[in-house]
């Protein structure tokens, strides 16, 4: 196997594996699970439940609304997931109160054996069973979703498209956005002109150089434009090369010519 010398093993804790499952059979995911590049085994805590009922959450308590996913059967799926993944690898709690997921922590994913998930559901896991059982905690964003499997989906994708092999072009995930911590810039296809709006100029001619720059500037100014604290030295960002800096003051000279100062 290119790079690897064994596809990453992901385990997935989730009440609804069908749903699960149905999402990693498209796209480069699916390919590149179908390839063997990497492997994705689900894991229900139902499974482990004493009661004919099958429960897996109580009312928490001090009281409050919404429900909390009981101990033994989360515990118990937890350690059972962490036995079908290599030996050491983090398990993960997908958790609004967790570090911000990132390209930075995708590529750490990637360089693993492999990794434990933990989709919870309701208000969360008894708090035990995360002190107990957890490693990590990772958030997609500040706002709620229904469940952490729409954030573990995303997690995995953005992990097993990085490994060697899984993408066609391996060139596509250097050039995409967050790869460099700057925000891609705009892409055009055929036919040239589409309901009179047209491919810019320096792309449809031969010149590498002026495209290579070109793109950068896009890219710069996209990045300065949508999300300024990519431009920034520290945390998730990266200061300007001089490159960039001359290609952004050039942007800003032009605004200002035009009048949108």
Known sequence: MTGR?????????????????????????????????????????????ADPHKTVDDRPYGGGPGMVGTPMPWAAAIDAATGRVPSGVPRIHLSAQGQRFDQGVARELAALPGFVLVASRYEGLDQRVIDARIDRELSLGDYVLSGG?????????????????????????????????????????????????????????GNH????????????????????????????????????RELLNEYLAGREVNGHG
Do not use: K
């Open 209 to 244: 150089a002026a495209i290579r720059r070109w793109r950068l500037q896009e890219s710069v100014v996209r990045t300065w434009l949508r999300r300024p604290e990519l431009l920034q030295p520290g945390g998730s960002g990266r200061a300007l090369s001089d490159e960039e």
């Open 149 to 205: 499997e729409f954030a573990a989906l995303a997690v995995i994708d953005a992990a097993v498209r990085l490994l060697p092999g899984a993408l066609g072009d391996e060139r596509s995930h250097v050039e995409e956005s967050f790869t460099a911590n700057r925000l891609d810039w705009p892409h055009y296809t055929r036919p040239v002109e589409w309901e009179g709006r047209t491919v810019p100029e320096v792309l449809q001619g």
């Open 5 to 49: 010398e064994a596809p990453l093993r992901i385990a997935l804790v989730t009440l609804f594996p069908g749903m699960v499952r149905g999402a990693l059979e498209f796209g480069v995911l699916g390919r590149a699970l179908e390839r063997g590049l990497a492997s994705v085994e689900c894991v229900d805590p139902r499974e482990f439940t």
